[in-house]
């Protein structure tokens, strides 16, 4: 496993359970490097002053936040002073049923595991597990990494403590801006045939069913340049119209997936 990310203890009342974190997801993308296509050099990024055209030291560099179209200037120093205090703790605020809690406020998942294998330290870490699992509810807390202050949500997932850090409440965008189609609502009839459309595509949950296309095809590519072969580009697909019946539409979707 790679290094943890943090280390420290979650606490809750009188309870410390000293545990460590570890990212839950890993990164399974393909990276490119930018090259000069003339002589595959690497491409250097460097940090230029606009105004004198020379190159700028890490030092020289100040931070500008554009207020009501002027600049103010902030340094390390008073950036630093605003700093969370650095701590060794996820401090638990309060636990929430966790089905009600809006999947847009979750951002990064992690896995907390105990740090060290004394008996005290396992035993507490058992019982937050199956004490979450059993209420069905999920820890919130708020702990410091790196830099940076994390509202986090700590739930059981298979006999671990999964924690997941949010986003806050003016971070999420509200819904009413979006379009929601008119004022103008669908017919019970159209309801009821989108319902059916749902209802023969639904499925339990299975996560190895899907998988990432795409990364599949970059493979695919990656390989065939390495054996030096010429890659066909496709045609660019069409983009299908829009249904002029909309419950035309729904009836030929159910007929073809009860039809599989």
Not at 49 to 65: F, K, L, N, P, R
Not at 80 to 92: M, N
Request: aromatic content about 8%; some cysteine; proline content about 6%.
């Amino acid at each position: 496993m790679a290094p943890a990310l943090w280390s420290g203890s979650l606490s809750f009342g009188l309870v410390n359970v000293p545990v460590q974190l570890f990212s839950a997801v890993r990164d399974l993308d393909y990276h490119f490097r930018q090259l000069h296509e003339k002589d595959k050099a690497p491409i250097e990024q460097r940090r230029y002053c606009s105004e004198e055209a020379v190159e700028v030291a890490w030092e020289e560099i100040a931070h500008g936040y554009d207020l009501d179209g002027k600049q103010v200037i902030v340094n390390d120093d008073e950036l630093a002073s605003v700093q969370p205090r650095k701590t060794r703790t996820i401090d638990i605020e309060a636990f929430v049923h966790l089905a009600e809690v809006d999947p847009i406020y979750f951002d990064h998942p992690y896995f907390l595991v105990p740090a060290g294998d004394s008996k005290g330290t396992l035993r507490a870490y058992a019982l937050l597990v199956e004490a979450l699992a059993r209420s069905e509810r999920a820890a919130l807390g708020r702990f410091v990494m790196r830099t940076k202050e994390y509202l986090a949500l700590v739930r059981s997932r298979d006999g671990a403590l999964a924690l997941t850090t949010m986003r806050f409440a003016d971070e999420v965008r509200p819904t009413k801006p979006v379009p929601s189609g008119g004022k103008k609502k669908p017919t019970k009839k159209q309801v009821d045939g989108a319902v059916a459309v749902i209802e023969e595509l639904s499925t339990d949950w299975d996560p190895e069913r899907y998988a990432d296309c795409y990364r599949a095809r970059l493979r695919r590519v990656i390989d065939a340049k390495r054996k030096r072969k010429k890659i066909a580009v496709p045609e660019p697909s069409r983009e299908p119209s829009p249904a002029a019946d909309l419950m035309e539409a729904l009836e030929r979707t159910l007929d073809e997936v009860r039809s599989r």
